[in-house]
C-alpha cells in the first residue's frame, strides 16, 4: 500500500494547500471529478460569467428610464456558453497537469473512502495510507423527497447546478424548485436569456435568510420578472410521454400544475462526509453531516484536518479558502517547515453575495437575530435613490442597513440589495473586521464624489448614538 506524508482529498480549496513550505514532501492528492472543485468548475465562477451577460440584457430594457432604449437582444447560447468553458476547462486541465508534472506530487483519479485510521480506498483499486490527511471533500446538491425527483437525471431533464449550465439548447420553459443563492442566480440567468421560468419556494419569501426587507424587496422584483411562487411545495412529479416535465405543487392558492421542458433541483447542498465514509476513519460527524473541526480545522483524529464545505456550515468560497490558508500554514507547522504558532479560523465577519438582479449582499446577524439574542444595536438605512450616483442610476429600490454597537460604537452588520452591493459593502467588512470607529469610518477617510460607495458614507453618519 502506498504512503505518504500528506494525502488531500480533493482539489477545490483542497489543492491550495499545497503551498511552498510543503513542498519536496511526499504529497499526494485524490481528486473524482474535475480538478478545481465546485467553484472553478460547476459554481461561482461560470455562475458569474453567466450573470454578467443576463444583467447587460436586464440593463438594456430597464435603461427606458434613462431615456435610451435598445432593440430586444439576441442570445447565442452556445456562444455564452462556450466563451465561459471555454476559459474555464483549460483552467482545470492545466491545474491537473501542472501538479501531475510536480515530482514530489501524485495524482490520483479516483473517489476515495476512508476504510481505517489515516487510510483511504480508491475506487480505482488498491489503498493509500498517510501521515497526515486533510479532507476536502466539499458538498453536493440535494435531492428533493418527491418520487422522480430524488436523484437528478440530466438525460431526463432533471438537472442540478452540476450540469444546468452546459445545456445544448436553450429550453423554452424552466422550473427551478428552491430560492436561495442557486435558484435566484439562475432563475436570473435563465429568464433574462429568454427562458419562462417557474421558481418554486416553499418559504413566504426567496433569500428567506437575508434580511427582512432584503428578502422582501427581492422577493417583490423578482415576481415582476418570472414566474415566482412562494409558500409553495412540490407534491409530486411527472414526466410526460413527450419528454417534458409536470410539477403538482400546492401554494396559497391551493393546487396547480407547472409544465416545464427543464426541471433544475436548487434546494441546498449536503457536506460529503458521509459518501467518504469519514467515520470508517474514526472522524466524528456533526448531525447535519459536516465533519467536526476545532478553530484550527482539526478533526477528531490526529493528523486529520478539514476545510470547506465539507467541515463548514458557511458553504462559500471564500471561507473554504481561507481555511485552506490556516490549513496549510497548520501543517507547516506539524511538518516542523515553520516554527510558529498554529492559526485559528476567523469566522467573525464572514459576508455572502447573490448575484441576481439587483445584487444582495450581506454580513453579520439581521435585526431580527440581534434581537432575538438581546444584542443592543442602533441601525440605519440608506437609499440608494438619496444619493447622487443612485439619482444618476434612477435607482428605485436600492438601500443598504447598517446595525451596529451603540456600546462599541463598532459594525455589527451590513444589508444590503441594489447595483453592486457585493462591492458597496466591502468598506463595512474592513471596518468590522479591524474593529474600526463608526465615526473615524466616516469621516477619517474622503469618500469619492459622486460615487456608490456615498451610500456607504451616508449610512455610517446617519447611525445615531446616545
Ligand atoms: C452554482 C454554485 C454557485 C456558487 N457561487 C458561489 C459564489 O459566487 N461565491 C461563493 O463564495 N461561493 C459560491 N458557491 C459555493 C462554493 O462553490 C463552495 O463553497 C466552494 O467551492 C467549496 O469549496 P471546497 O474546496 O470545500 O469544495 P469543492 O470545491 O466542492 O471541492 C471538493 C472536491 O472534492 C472532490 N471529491 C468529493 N468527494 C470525493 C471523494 N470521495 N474522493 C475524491 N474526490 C472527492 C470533488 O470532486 C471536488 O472536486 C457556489 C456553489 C454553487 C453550487
Ligand atoms: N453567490 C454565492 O455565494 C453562492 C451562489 C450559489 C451557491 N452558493 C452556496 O451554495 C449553497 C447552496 O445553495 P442553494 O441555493 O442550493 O441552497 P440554499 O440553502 O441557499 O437555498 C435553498 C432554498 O431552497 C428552499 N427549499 C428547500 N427545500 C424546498 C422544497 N422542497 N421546495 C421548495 N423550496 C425548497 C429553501 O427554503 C431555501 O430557500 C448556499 O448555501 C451557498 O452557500 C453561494
Redesign the pocket.
Known sequence: MPHHNLLI??????NSVITPELEGLDIAI???????????????IP??MYVLPADRIVEARESDRLGVTFPKPTVNWPAIRDRIFGRIDPIASGGEAYRRSQDFVTVYA????FVGDRTVAL?TGGQVSADRIVV????R?NGLPVDGLREPDPSRGLHT??TIMRLDTLPKRMAIVGGG??GC??AHVFSALGVEVTQIQRSATVLSKEEAEVAKRYTALAGERYDLRVSTGVNAAHRTEAGTWQLEVTGPQGRATIDADVVLLATG?VP?GD??DVTAGGIALDEEGHVVVDAQQRTSVEGVWA????S?H???????NHE?RVVAHNLAVAFGRLDAAPQESDHRFVP??V?GHPQVAAFGPTAAELEASGTAYVTKTQRYGDIAYGWALEDVGGFLTVHASPVTRRVLAAHCIGPQASTVIQPLIQAASFGQDVHEVARGQYWIHPALSEVVENALLGLEFD
Open positions: 482529498i480533493g482539489t477545490g480549496s483542497g485524490v481528486e473524482e471529478g474535475r480538478f478545481g472543485g465546485t467553484c472553478l468548475n460547476v459554481g461561482c455562475t458569474k479516483a473517489t476515495a473512502r475506487s476536502a471533500a466539499g458538498s446538491a447546478s452540476d443563492f442557486v442566480e439562475f447542498r460529503n459518501r467518504l476545510l470547506g464545505d465539507v463548514s458557511w458553504q462559500l468560497k471564500h471561507v473554504a485552506a455572502h453575495a448575484f
